[in-house]
């Protein structure tokens, strides 16, 4: 598996906050079957400004040295990422450079306010592809708009984003909402991948396991595997994602169908269909 949401990074955000902490963390990863991850601290202005430079660059280094001391860099490899948070200067710090991809790819992580205005949100994503980013849309599944209403997550797919669930969503650690929420995404194949979100190795741990089986024994374990394995993968390799089956309306898959079309090289229509 792999894992494309965790703060294994330490002392830069509200993830872990040691050396020490962080190879408990990766030794949890390694020991659950995970080979790579992409590290995304929080982005977030006045509170955690973990934007590209060189002291982002700096923490990176000191986890990988960890790492590296311990002998776990043979067994886990950590790429680096960014948790992107929207706010109205998120495309101008994108446009100078300041947030990272997934890893080496053009996919951006990024979340909002629990409480957001999913118009607000909605106009970041359209902004960032208009600049050719994939959008990936950190936790949807526990927003208070997608609670109220879930269509406005699909109009964010139909625009071409990817739905990242939480494995505690799947799992129901963090409540009933979000996990009707998240089971009404997977009922639907809207969403494209699941991630651990860690935070630390005791409460919000990197082990994805128990949300894996979850997936596969409530739809297909070939589900599972598309979204804590291929397309995980396929996001290192910076290739399109898999929808499971035929994703959505009538009228969505149009519109999607449309979209990937006219981003021409992003997607063919045979990959778009899925697997
Ligand atoms: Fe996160």
């Given amino acids: 598996m792999i894992d494309i949401h965790c703060h294994i990074v330490y002392g830069v955000d509200d993830g872990s906050y040691s050396r020490n902490e962080s190879l408990r963390m990766a030794a949890e990863a390694i020991e659950s079957g995970i080979t790579d991850i992409i590290a995304t601290p929080h982005c977030i202005p006045a509170m955690f400004e973990n934007y590209v430079g060189p002291d982002y660059y700096a923490a990176f280094d000191r986890l990988y040295a960890a790492l590296h001391d311990e002998g776990m860099d043979r067994d886990l490899t950590v ?90 969503s799947i799992t129901g650690a963090f409540g009933r909402k979000c996990r009707e929420t998240a089971f009404s995404l997977l009922d639907r194949g809207a969403a494209q991948l699941a991630a651990s979100d860690a935070h630390d190795s005791d409460m919000r741990r990197p082990d994805m396991r128990e949300a894996a089986d979850i997936v596969a024994d409530s739809f297909s374990p070939r589900y599972a595997q598309l979204l804590f394995d291929t397309n995980p993968r396929r996001i290192l390799e910076n290739r399109p994602l898999l929808f499971r089956g035929q994703y959505g309306s009538e009228e969505g898959r149009d519109s999607a169908s449309r979209h990937h079309r006219r981003r021409d090289g992003f997607m063919t229509d045979e990959e778009y269909w899925g697997i």
């Fill in 79 to 168: 790429h680096r990422g960014m948790e992107a948070f929207a706010t109205p200067s998120t495309l101008a710090q994108f446009d100078r450079g300041a947030l990272h991809c997934l890893g080496s790819s053009d996919y951006l992580l990024i979340e909002c306010d629990f409480a957001e205005d999913p118009e607000f949100f909605s106009g970041i994503l359209k902004g960032l592809l208009e600049r050719r980013i994939r959008p990936v849309v950190a936790h949807p599944e526990r927003y208070f708009f997608a609670h109220d209403d879930i269509r406005r997550l699909l109009d964010m797919v139909d625009m071409g984003c990817v739905l990242q669930l939480d494995t505690e």
